[in-house]
């Protein structure tokens, strides 16, 4: 059975900096492409950033490119999403998924497991 469990979120000020952790069992990280999204209320999840079967390949989207960093740790068999220079609009509900394929993808639909999410909540 997989699942996968977000933490670290919390209750930050704009422009501190923040680590979310995704804990994978059922899986190998590093067989999957490992994506994070996130749903801020009353909108859609959105595509934050995924790696790829190769650390090397990384996807972000625009608003936090330069600000979010996604990193795999096969040792621990862990995901995390580094978000420095956090701006209010970053505040959402974060989700961590895994697809079973090679390419990076960015629509939801794409990725067959999903946790059950970390608030992230950025003061202004």
């Known amino acids: 059975q997989v699942q996968l469990v977000e933490s670290g979120g919390r209750l930050v000020q704009a422009g501190d900096s923040l680590r979310l952790s995704c804990a994978a069992s059922g899986l190998t990280v590093s067989s999957y492409t490992m994506g994070w999204f996130r749903q801020a209320p009353g909108k859609e999840r959105e595509f934050v950033a995924a790696?790829?079967?190769?650390?090397?390949?990384?996807a972000y989207t625009d608003s936090v490119k330069g600000r979010f960093t996604i990193a795999r740790d096969n040792a621990k068999n862990t995901v995390n999403l580094q978000m420095d220079s956090l701006k209010p609009e970053d505040t959402a509900v974060y989700y961590c998924?895994?697809?079973?394929?090679?390419?990076?993808?960015?629509?939801?639909?794409?990725?067959?497991?999903w946790g059950q999410g970390t608030q992230v909540t950025v003061s202004s």
């Open positions: 790696i790829g079967w190769s650390t090397r390949a990384t």
């Open positions: 998924a895994a697809r079973n394929g090679a390419l990076l993808r960015t629509g939801t639909a794409n990725y067959d497991y």
